[in-house]
């Protein structure tokens, strides 16, 4: 059974910065797709970052140059750095591994990290 495991939410102030990570039980190297999505309450599930094989970051409108996504193979970790939150990126933030290794329509999800962005 594959496991994701985000860590890294909380509390943050408007303005402040955190850091999500998504510890993998398999590795990430040859994966498709590595990303992140978010849900807020009452609204459908959206992307807010993907990487792919090219190493070329694609983001959601409403967090370009403000969030990073990286990801370390060795650790099977990807992270997800916020910077200068918002309240409106309230929500709980999921991290998604997509295509493994010999398994390309493999689509595995981690179980949420609640981020609450609030004075």
């Known amino acids: 059974q594959v496991q994701l495991v985000e860590s890294g939410g909380g509390l943050v102030q408007p303005g402040g910065s955190l850091r999500l990570s998504c510890v993998a039980s398999?590795?990430?190297?040859?994966?498709?797709?590595v990303g992140w999505y978010r849900q807020a309450p009452g609204k459908q599930r959206e992307l807010v970052a993907l990487?792919?094989?090219?190493?070329?970051?694609h983001y959601t409108d409403s967090v370009k140059d403000r969030f990073t996504i990286s990801r370390e193979f060795a650790k099977r970790t990807i992270y997800l750095q916020m910077n200068s939150v918002k309240p409106e990126d309230t929500a709980v933030y999921f991290c998604?591994?997509?295509?493994?290794?010999?398994?390309?329509?493999?689509?595995?999800w981690g179980q949420g990290i609640q981020v609450t962005v609030s004075s």
């Open positions: 398999l590795s990430i190297a040859n994966t498709q797709f």
């Open positions: 990487l792919g094989q090219s190493d070329t970051p």
């Open positions: 998604n591994v997509r295509g493994t290794y010999g398994s390309p329509s493999s689509d595995y």
